[in-house]
């Protein structure tokens, strides 16, 4: 499966604009968006030069009890990311 997808797309790439090579970050959250758990929800994407290199999108691992530590948690794994 995962080969006839590699040989499927062999001629995909990622579109990358042109001018300075710059990376930028974007992150957010939802602040208890999980019903059933209170979970907060976090994401981030990295784009460069344009094109998105990484991303996520997923609960974070413990309940957040104020938006102060739902917004630092969700950028505490964006700087994983980055390092």
């Excluded at 938006?67 to 630092?72: E, G, L, S």
């Amino acid at each position: 499966m995962i080969l006839q997808y590699l040989s499927g797309t062999r001629d995909k790439c990622i579109c990358l604009g042109s001018g300075n090579v710059s990376i930028i970050g974007y992150t957010d959250f939802d602040y208890g968006g999980c019903f059933d758990s209170s979970k907060c929800t976090s994401g981030f994407l990295f784009l460069l030069m344009g094109g998105a290199i990484s991303w996520r999108f997923r609960f974070q691992e413990c309940t957040a009890l104020t938006t102060t530590k739902a917004k630092y948690g969700g950028a505490s794994e964006a700087c994983k990311e980055v390092a």
